[in-house]
């Protein structure tokens, strides 16, 4: 399955900046999805990132907040901007396996914003 | 909608001792697939054991094995031999059709705690 470098690993940054999360995959994958994590909760899916056209986001997940990029097949990034400390959370990354052997996830990116 | 549901938020067992996870779900789908997700401390999240619906046959991992019900849509993770690292998140996670490129929607996890 595919494999997924992921960073930065945790960050803390200000109230009302931007962090840029990034996710490279060792092969060409066709979608990507980007996950939040609230602290002690489950996965929520942000929004899913095709390449070559716009991401889909998900109901309460609006693009001038996540905006994302997908270049190419084997990249993709997540911005979460003007950060408030409600977007202190785990970001993740995932990708699908071939013949769906499993979905494969990027290490998250613990973020907290002050 | 698809759900996903997970009504233990804690388990706990003794060291080398057996736990069962619960897990049920919600689909109108006849084939897909099912997913157990281990997500430790470090937050890495680890595939445990998928279960493909259309085979009778419950799947086995060495230690991990599930009891697949579906007509009663429920998918349960059995923890054989209960180990040390065992202890993190689990969730019980389904993709809404086979034909891949499908977000996972996950239940809400349950904390296993191994008791040394």
């Known amino acids: 399955s595919a494999v997924i470098s992921q960073k930065p690993s945790r960050d803390i940054c200000q109230r009302g900046t931007s962090l840029t999360i990034q996710c490279q995959v060792d092969?060409?994958?066709?979608?990507m999805f980007w996950y939040r994590q609230q602290p002690g909760q489950s996965l929520t899916l942000i929004a899913t990132?095709?390449?070559?056209?716009?991401?889909?986001?998900e109901s309460g997940f609006v693009i001038d907040k996540f905006p994302i990029s997908r270049p190419n097949l084997t990249f993709s990034t997540l911005t979460v901007s003007n950060m408030s400390p409600e977007d202190s959370s785990i970001y993740l990354c995932?990708?699908?396996?071939?013949?769906?052997?499993?979905?494969?996830f990027g290490s998250g990116t613990r973020l907290t914003v002050v | 909608a698809q759900t996903v549901t997970q009504s233990q938020p804690e388990m706990s067992v003794q060291e080398a001792e057996t736990v069962t996870l619960s897990c049920t779900y919600d689909?109108?789908?006849?084939?897909?697939?099912l997913f157990w997700y281990k997500q430790p401390p470090s937050r890495q999240m680890i595939l445990v054991i998928r279960?493909?619906?259309?085979?009778?046959q419950n799947a086995t991992e060495n230690r991990f094995s599930v009891n697949f019900q579906k007509a009663a849509k429920s998918f349960s993770l059995k923890i054989s031999d209960s180990q040390l690292g065992d202890a993190a998140m689990y969730f019980c996670?389904?993709?809404?059709?086979?034909?891949?490129?499908?977000?996972?929607?996950f239940g809400t996890g349950t904390r296993l705690t191994i008791i040394p």
């Open positions: 995932s990708t699908m396996g071939a013949a769906l052997a499993g979905y494969t």
């Open positions: 092969s060409q994958v066709t979608m």
């Open positions: 990132a095709n390449q070559g056209s716009e991401a889909t986001y």
């Open positions: 689909t109108s789908e006849s084939d897909y697939y």
């Open positions: 279960q493909e619906a259309y085979k009778q």
């Open positions: 996670a389904y993709p809404p059709s086979n034909f891949g490129n499908e977000k996972l929607t």
